[in-house]
């Protein structure tokens, strides 16, 4: 049983920064790459960024130069910052882990992130 957990979403204004944090726990075997993704009510769920266990980062044309992936492999955690919020930016994130070895494929419960202009 793998559990992702997501925090730090919430509420700020355009301009702004927020920082995600996903914890991974439970039985854990030889993570590929870890990813954000965000969803909103009129969108399908997209890819936002991802990072290998060669730490070769991956961003949405979006949100290049704003956004930063990063992770600690030795905790099993994924952040993400984002700086110079835009109200497009809203909307549901989700945390991604996955093992081309394994082929397991786990998601966290979503993290809210609002943007008000």
């Known amino acids: 049983q793998v559990e992702l957990v997501e925090s730090g979403g919430g509420l700020v204004q355009a301009g702004g920064s927020l920082k995600l944090s996903c914890i991974a726990s439970g039985n854990i075997k030889s993570i590929s790459f870890m990813g954000w993704y965000r969803q909103t009510p009129a969108e399908e769920r997209e890819l936002v960024a991802s990072i290998t266990s060669g730490d070769f980062a991956n961003y949405a044309d979006s949100v290049k130069g704003r956004f930063t992936i990063s992770r600690d492999g030795a905790k099993n955690t994924v952040f993400l910052e984002m700086n110079s919020l835009k109200s497009e930016d809203t909307g549901l994130y989700y945390c991604?882990?996955?093992?081309?070895?394994?082929?397991?494929?786990?998601w966290g419960q979503g993290a809210q992130v609002t943007v008000s202009s």
């Open positions: 991604r882990m996955y093992s081309y070895g394994s082929g397991s494929d786990h």
